[in-house]
Each structure stands twice: as structure tokens, then as C-alpha cells.
């Protein structure tokens, strides 16, 4: 079973930084990349960023082009969000996962961390 952890949330004032984390136990047999996801109360799941396995292929979300930045570290099987101009529309609960990325966008699979709070204050 693959387990995905993630850490750094927390509060912040707007156009402050934060870091998440998601350490996976293992790389799933049918992922090839991991993405970032946030949740609202009473809103969608959405994608914010994704990274390929290898390191070398990127999305972001418009709403998070040019303040997010998404890296991996395979020596610790962890990824990392580096949050930056952080704004209180970004305020929402993020979860990482280990899905797919073609070139039609980033499938999630059902391999979900258990989220990390990060809320932002004006």
C-alpha cells in the first residue's frame, strides 16, 4: 500500500511563503508523476501543480503561475509546493498525490495524502 504524508501547512498574512512536503513509502507501479491538489470547504478538488517522476516535466494552475513552484527529491521520494505572494484565495486544504501526466493534463489516482491546512490572511 502506498502511503503519501504531507507537512508545512499552516497560517500565514497575505504575500507570505510556505513550503509543503509529501513523502511517499513508494513510487505506485502506474505513476509517472505527482501533483498538488487543494480543496475549499464547499469547493471542487483542484489541481495546482504537478511534477513528472524524472524531474523534467511541470503544470501549474494558472491561478498559481509565477508564485508556486513544484520540485521533487527521489533521493527521499518527497515532493515539494514552495508557496510564495501566498493570497487568501489560496487558502484551502492541500493534498498531494501519485497519478499520471500526459499531455491531456494530470490524472489523479485513488493514492491521496491526508492533506495540510495552509490559510491565508489579508
Known amino acids: 500500500q502506498v502511503q503519501l504524508v504531507e507537512s508545512g501547512g499552516g497560517s500565514v498574512q497575505a504575500g507570505g511563503s510556505l513550503r509543503l512536503s509529501c513523502a511517499a513509502s513508494r513510487r505506485p507501479f502506474s505513476s509517472n508523476a505527482m501533483g498538488w491538489f487543494r480543496q475549499a470547504p464547499g469547493k471542487e478538488r483542484d489541481i495546482v501543480a504537478a511534477?513528472?517522476?524524472?524531474?523534467?516535466?511541470?503544470y501549474y494552475a494558472d491561478s498559481v503561475k509565477g508564485r508556486f513552484t513544484i520540485s521533487r527529491d527521489n533521493a527521499k521520494n518527497t515532493v515539494y509546493l514552495q508557496m510564495n505572494s501566498l493570497k487568501p484565495e489560496d487558502t484551502a486544504v492541500y493534498y498531494c498525490?501519485?497519478?499520471?501526466?500526459?499531455?491531456?493534463?494530470?490524472?489523479?489516482?485513488?493514492?491521496w495524502g491526508q492533506g495540510t491546512q495552509v490559510t491565508v490572511s489579508s
Open positions: 511534477i513528472s517522476w524524472s524531474g523534467d516535466t511541470f
Open positions: 498525490n501519485a497519478g499520471r501526466g500526459t499531455s491531456h493534463g494530470y490524472t489523479a489516482s485513488n493514492y
